[in-house]
């Protein structure tokens, strides 16, 4: 039979081919438009998943480009409780496996959630144990951990992160911004069997990395004489700081007692103190710079007026300020050289109290120095307006003042570099992951405060300091003058209510070379025992770090002979260095 | 319309037009498919790139560790035996300006 020229068979073939592609196009166009959402939808779930990008912190240099703050891979063990098959002997095996306590592992696992950190960051050999245990529902999570390879080596510049990565301290608390990066998570194909696949994306993200103004170098032969200072004095703390008096970097600071980075919680709070910002004192003779600095500077007296400290003592405000030896009558210089009480305050006496209180705020005393480290404290200088009647025997050698170590170091950093105070500082410069440098402390912050005059008297009476007659004849340094005052200062006994007898903070502060000044330095000693002075108990540490400091930079000694020189000419290529 | 009918350029692809959709569909699922087994390789390498950048930052943790002025001292002074210099006996070079006839000595030269 044939319809319209075709036969029977044909029209049922056409038809149900027709029918057929009719049920296709109306599939597909279901599948593709009326119910795209939720097909597209179910297939992100089934063919994708969503996955953190792992913030990696960056790297902490020394300045001469040595890591001191790195990370490395770990793998944290998870688990989903609902896939537990028996909890008790689940808890027990993995209790066994990393020694963790059983009934805190029962707790975990009767949680109600499908996520449970059993233990971050595990090493290999807990791993291997682990999996050996084939427990169901455990899973890893990699994770980056915060590694010092120098351990305690600048532990108090660095600080150290929690178990998140976080910074709690030191540079990485100060800079966490910059340490981090934002992270997020990125949906990623995955197969049938749950295995990633990658098109491409980068699943790491790394913060900027640091470079400090430090050098490992001289940071290690500061730690190292700390150690032999606490040693060998019994003291309960010290402290040093090494700066570049013209530019503020600090090349080294270190406390002790310390603690080491990879571990911080094994030691106690007060071991990762920076006392060298935190903490403050009475700082003594050290202070005695001020007085002097500022009644040079009002050209008071000239310094080769005369004192008459022959009396050994003076009284102010009904109170008795001795000195150590009956100095006689002794010059500008000499006041200092023997760090004479009675001399100062009788220079003081001229001065004023309120201008020694501007001299010491111009100093940078009772101000926070602005070092980008956290927890610097300002100390506190009162007000003249509130000062007692013996607080002008006070003030001028250093009592009735709270300052910190680096105020000190500071103050004697503006000597050396003809009458600036400098801002100290601790990075140098900021590198994103691609190498750009997004940070870069080129300018130094300073503000005049002596004329350059001043500055190169106070020096030469400070060179006086550790020569024949001075009081830190242990602190000088064969070859290179040392220009420098001690400190030794009774510690006020909160307990008692009065100074003590039996506890004293010694301390020497200075810069050396004196006639052309590389580097400025503090010694801290805290309750040493057995001597008690600032010339011989921290005189010994600023030689002994200075004598390294002036070899490791290649000083030439004052003394070096111009004929030992050699000369080298710029024949044959030779590149030679002035 | 007789004409294009006639057309024999329309009749071939009237032809081709059923083999062409089949191998485009081919194609496509050869495509997929390809893909497919390329995220499988990018992901085979992502694992074996994030394995060696563990073991490179392993190293440079041990490097630095080795390096560290603290092991290099303990290494130089206890077991090489060496001292720190004496500073009275360092020698400090400077360049000349005019050439010599020799290349460095002792110099009663001045700058």
């Not at chain 2, 490179?56 to 210099?85: H, Q, Y």
């Given at each position: 039979m044939n319809i319209g020229g075709m036969n029977k068979r044909a029209v049922i073939i056409t038809t149900v081919i027709t029918f057929s592609f009719g049920l296709l196009f109306w599939r597909t166009f279901d599948l593709m438009l009326l119910r795209h959402e939720t097909f597209v939808n179910k297939a992100n779930v089934q063919q994708s998943q969503e996955i953190e990008i792992q913030v990696r912190r960056g790297v902490i240099y020394d300045r001469r480009g040595r890591e001191l703050a790195v990370n490395i891979e770990q793998r944290s063990l998870y688990i989903d409780p609902t896939k537990v098959r028996s909890v008790p002997e689940t808890a027990h095996k993995l209790s066994r496996a990393l020694g963790i306590d059983k009934r805190k592992l029962l707790k975990?696992?009767?949680?109600?959630?499908?996520?449970?950190?059993?233990?971050?960051?595990?090493?290999?050999?807990?791993?291997?144990?682990v999996n050996k245990l084939k427990i169901s529902g455990i899973g890893y999570v990699p994770e980056s951990e915060r590694v010092y390879p120098r351990g305690a080596i600048a532990s108090h510049l660095l600080g150290f992160v929690d178990i998140d990565n976080h910074g709690l301290e030191g540079i990485e608390k100060k800079y966490e911004k910059f340490l981090t990066s934002r992270g997020g998570k990125i949906r990623v194909s995955t197969d049938a069997r749950g295995n990633i696949l990658l098109a491409g994306d980068e699943l790491e993200s790394s913060g900027n990395s640091i470079v400090l103004t430090i050098d490992?170098?001289?940071?290690?032969?500061?730690?190292?004489?700390?150690?032999?200072?606490?040693?060998?004095?019994?003291?309960?703390?010290?402290?040093?700081?090494?700066?570049?008096p013209y530019t503020g970097e600090i090349l080294a600071l270190a406390n002790r007692p310390t603690f080491d980075p990879n571990s911080p919680g094994r030691s106690r709070a007060e071991y990762r103190r920076n006392r060298a910002i935190t903490d403050v004192f009475e700082p003594g003779s050290t202070f005695k710079i001020v007085t002097a600095?500022?009644?040079?500077?009002?050209?008071?007296?000239?310094?080769?007026?005369l004192f008459d400290c022959s009396d050994g003592f003076i009284e102010v405000g009904g109170k008795r300020f001795k000195d150590d030896h009956k100095a006689g009558i002794i010059t500008m210089a000499q006041v200092l050289q023997k760090s004479s009480n009675v001399g100062t305050i009788l220079m003081a006496q001229k001065l004023g109290k309120h201008e020694l209180y501007k001299y010491s705020k111009l100093f940078g005393f009772g101000e926070r120095t602005g070092i980008d480290l956290p927890g610097e404290v300002s100390g506190w200088i009162r007000d003249p307006e509130s000062w007692s009647g013996t607080s002008m025997g006070a003030v001028p050698i250093g009592q009735e003042v709270a300052v910190t170590a680096m105020q000190v170091l500071r103050a004697y950093?503006?000597?050396?570099?003809?009458?600036?105070?400098?801002?100290?500082?601790?990075?140098?410069?900021?590198?994103?992951?691609?190498?750009?440098?997004?940070?870069?402390?080129?300018?130094?912050?300073?503000?005049?405060?002596?004329?350059?005059?001043?500055?190169?008297?106070?020096r030469g009476m400070l060179e006086g300091v550790t020569r024949m007659g001075g009081t830190a004849l242990e602190a000088a340094v064969e070859g290179n003058s040392i220009a420098g005052k001690t400190g030794t200062a009774q510690i006020f006994d909160t307990g008692?209510?009065?100074?003590?007898?039996?506890?004293?903070?010694?301390?020497?502060?200075?810069?050396?070379?004196?006639?052309?000044?590389?580097?400025?330095?503090?010694?801290?000693?805290?309750?040493?025992?057995?001597?008690?002075?600032?010339?011989?108990?921290?005189?010994?540490?600023?030689?002994?770090?200075?004598?390294?400091?002036?070899?490791?930079?290649?000083?030439?000694?004052?003394?070096?002979?111009?004929?030992?020189?050699?000369?080298?000419?710029?024949?044959?290529?030779?590149?030679?260095?002035? | 319309m007789k004409k294009i009918n006639g057309n024999p350029l329309f009749g071939a692809l009237k032809l081709?037009?059923?083999?062409?959709?089949?191998?485009?569909?081919?194609?496509?699922?050869?495509?997929?498919?390809?893909?497919?087994?390329?995220?499988?390789?990018?992901?085979?390498?992502?694992?074996?790139?994030?394995?060696?950048?563990?073991?490179?930052?392993?190293?440079?943790?041990?490097?630095?560790?080795?390096?560290?002025?603290?092991?290099?001292?303990?290494?130089?002074?206890?077991?090489?035996?060496?001292?720190?210099?004496?500073?009275?006996?360092?020698?400090?070079?400077?360049?000349?300006?005019?050439?010599?006839?020799?290349k460095a000595g002792l110099g009663t030269h001045t700058e």
């Open positions: 975990k696992l009767d949680a109600d959630r499908k996520f449970v950190w059993i233990r971050r960051k595990m090493d290999g050999k807990e791993m291997s144990r490992e170098m001289l940071q290690y032969t500061v730690e190292k004489a700390l150690d032999a200072a606490i040693d060998k004095w019994k003291a309960s703390s010290a402290t040093a700081i090494i700066m570049n600095a500022a009644v040079l500077e009002k050209k008071l007296f000239k310094p080769n007026a950093a503006a000597i050396a570099n003809g009458g600036y105070l400098v801002s100290p500082y601790i990075v140098s410069r900021i590198v994103s992951p691609e190498g750009q440098e997004i940070y870069n402390r080129q300018n130094p912050e300073m503000k005049r405060v002596l004329q350059r005059d001043t500055t190169l008297l106070i008692l209510n009065r100074y003590s007898n039996e506890k004293y903070l010694s301390s020497f502060a200075g810069f050396f070379p004196a006639n052309k000044p590389r580097l400025a330095m503090v010694v801290i000693v805290n309750e040493p025992k057995g001597d008690i002075y600032g010339g011989r108990v921290a005189g010994p540490v600023f030689k002994e770090i200075a004598t390294r400091a002036l070899a490791y930079l290649n000083v030439p000694m004052d003394s070096a002979p111009s004929e030992n020189v050699v000369f080298v000419s710029n024949v044959n290529g030779f590149k030679g260095t002035n | 081709m037009l059923v083999p062409m959709i089949i191998i485009s569909v081919f194609i496509l699922v050869w495509l997929k498919s390809e893909i497919t087994s390329i995220e499988y390789r990018i992901s085979q390498y992502e694992s074996e790139r994030m394995n060696l950048l563990k073991k490179r930052k392993e190293l440079i943790v041990k490097r630095s560790d080795s390096l560290s002025v603290k092991n290099i001292e303990a290494i130089a002074m206890d077991k090489l035996g060496l001292t720190f210099p004496d500073r009275k006996k360092v020698i400090y070079v400077k360049r000349g300006e005019e050439p010599y006839n020799f």
